[in-house]
């Protein structure tokens, strides 16, 4: 049963994935199918205007292709996406671009995101040519007041990406988004290789973008501290599936699935016990090509009984607004 | 214009690349001005049996052929012949070759993968080889060269622009234009193209010094232009009954061949060492 299910969810929702898979297939050396790898594998939630809301996980447990997948860079196997009430999971080609205006995915490197033959101006006027009719004239006055909100001076319109700081080249690449009015921004990886200084600046610059242009957030992120100050709910994701989903706080307090309670174990606290004497998690995870019968973390879980390899755990409401998929949460 | 301005004086200071750009600079200059360089008109057609075979100066500075034809006119005119054959069958080239490997790279799926095997069946065969059955099978003219060589030269330019696009559609920055909503055409032409120019010039200054090569081999076999043509290839075969007593027969129409496809080549390797970023870098390494 997919996670979310009896949590019937928000009718107001902007959002709202249901049993959302995607499969990469595996080939053998003659390019026949030999199974497949499940990156996404029944996933369901929703997201509610104007909240953000946190993805977290190891590296490879398909945050990025959850991210990905709503972006429209991967079509999915199956599922469904509503996005402000319209199925958006089968549109292809031109129906898919036009979702596009209205939410936008943020690379981990925005920078890398930018042609690198052409200039700041050039890049930000793109998205203006494709999605609207507006003159240069009109579409330059856009590109500069976008540019004033994320902090840039507009002598930059003129550079070259490989001119720009990080910093800088992380703005450029939120205003390339921004001038679409997106109503959902997935930000994958968004705080990833800047140090811990700019870092608070970019995450400072998330939060006034969030309420100037009353935007709604996929967080994707490895880093829980971020996370934490960030996110409204978290979503946590093990394997291709969500096992865990709640507002921020309930579940930093009160973790209810083992991975979860794993998870923030290893989060490094002054003055508080060694990393490694709460962490519980050993090896590392099983590959997604090849999952474990039943409960898919049993294989790493201290609490696994018989029944976890019997039965696939599914996602239930353990308290007011808060779900897990585990036998025993 | 920037670009233009700063390959030119890249050029200018590599040597090798500069003399190359020299000959080629001559070769369009000869050919644009073949009538002011000889002494009448028709100079490159005229026979004269009584003046026939006869060595180097005075009135023919390069000496005269089997039927009194002045070689220097001839030479002359025979740049004209030669560019056109190049400059058309690269040009063909690169109009079915590129956009055969942009559609080829970007989409992959099997239109891609059927665009690259119909290239490859085309360079399993050798380029020679196919165009003298190309030449042979619609008869000898110069239409038929350029023809020839444009079938079997477009395929160097797909597996070239289909490589680099493989490539480049991995890069995040066309990924997010994806994202953004960017029109696959659109991706191709603004994104693409641009960032797969470079080797493209490179293969093309290359790909002329090749074509020359190969029309001249054409030509040679008396599959290229028919015989009062002045046509460098047909001129060094025309010359074999005759050698080693008439030695400077071969002599220019050989020069003008070896020079042009040498100076191609060199303004090739230039271009490349000029234009691509990593090797540029190198060369600051070394100071």
Known sequence: MPLDERHAGDAAALLRVRGLARHFPIRNALGLRRGSVKALDDVSFDVRPGETLGVVGESGCGKSTLGKTLAGIHRPTAGSVLFEDAEIAPLQGAARRVVARRLQYVHQDPGASLDPRWTIRRSLHEPLIVHSGLSEAEREQRVRGILREVGLPPDRLDSYPHELSGGQQRRVG????????????VLDEPTSGLDVSVQATVLKLFRSLQRQFNLTYIFISHDLAVVRMMCDRVAVMYLGRIVELGPTDAIFKDPRHPYTRSLLAAIPRIGGPRVTDGFVLEGEPPSPGKLPSGCRFRTRCPNAAPQCAEADPPGRTVAEGRVAACHFA | MKALVFIVSRLYRDRSAFLGALIILALVVVALAAPLLVSHPDAAWAMNPQVRLRPPGGEFLFGTDRMGGDIYARVIYGARITLTIAVVAVGVSLLIGVPVGLVAGFYGHWLGEVL?????????????????????????????????????????????????????????FIEAAMALGVPPWRIIVTHILPNVASPIIVRTSIGMGFTILTAAALGFLGLGAPPPAPEWGRMISESREHLPDAWWYALAPGLAIFLVVMGFNLLGDGLRDILDPRIRRAQHGRG
């Open chain 1, 174 to 185: 939120l205003a390339r988004i921004l001038t679409l009015q997106p109503r959902l921004v």
């Open chain 2, 116 to 172: 690259m095997r119909v290239s490859d069946i085309f360079l399993a065969v050798p380029q020679i080889v196919l165009a003298i059955a190309i030449a042979l099978t619609l008869g000898p003219s110069i239409e038929n060269v350029i023809l020839a060589l444009s079938l079997t030269y477009w395929p160097w330019f797909t597996r070239l622009v289909y490589a680099e696009t493989q490539s480049l559609k991995n890069e995040v």
